[in-house]
């Protein structure tokens, strides 16, 4: 299997890639995908939980990665 990659890209949303299960709230799953997939970051998307382009225009800023700190 694919390695998944995670990856918050600055002032914008998390971009997922490998080989990606999407299941909805009821459980039921959607064919993997090798594509690339981005989800909202900014909550402001019409299209949540995917990324839509809104955080260009809501002054959404964030950094990209950053460690996570070792105390959890």
């Given at each position: ?7 918050p ?31 909202c970051?900014?909550?402001q ?22 460690r996570?700190s070792?105390?959890?």
């Amino acid at each position: 299997m694919a390695e998944v990659r995670i990856r918050p890209l600055e002032n914008g949303p998390v971009e997922v890639s490998g080989a990606i299960l999407m299941v909805d709230p009821a459980g039921q799953a959607a064919a993997p995908s090798d594509s690339p997939i981005y989800l909202c970051r900014c909550g402001q998307s019409a299209e949540k939980p995917f990324c839509d382009g809104t955080h260009k225009t809501c002054g959404f800023r964030a950094p990209g990665w950053t460690r996570m700190s070792s105390k959890g």
